[in-house]
């Protein structure tokens, strides 16, 4: 079994130099691939937390 890490999305923040990245798993199985959604969530949006909110804009 082989895990990669995939980057989905690329974000920047309100103040300069301040980056974060989303990341996928694929994982290769004997039974296919299976890809791993690690990024941001539903609650990342209705309750964020204080680092979260540096990256929206609202």
């Known amino acids: ?3 990669h890490h995939l980057n989905c ?3 920047r ?3 300069p130099r301040l980056e974060a990245i989303t990341y996928c798993l694929l994982v290769e ?3 296919g691939l ?3 959604d ?3 969530g539903r609650q ?3 309750d964020p937390s204080r680092l ?7």
């Open 9 to 11: 999305a690329s974000m």
């Open 1 to 3: 079994m082989a895990i």
């Open 34 to 36: 299976v890809l791993v």
């Open 52 to 58: 979260m909110r540096v990256f929206m804009f609202w």
């Open 44 to 46: 990342d949006y209705t």
């Open 13 to 15: 923040g309100r103040f």
């Open 38 to 40: 690690t990024g941001i």
């Open 29 to 31: 199985t004997n039974r």
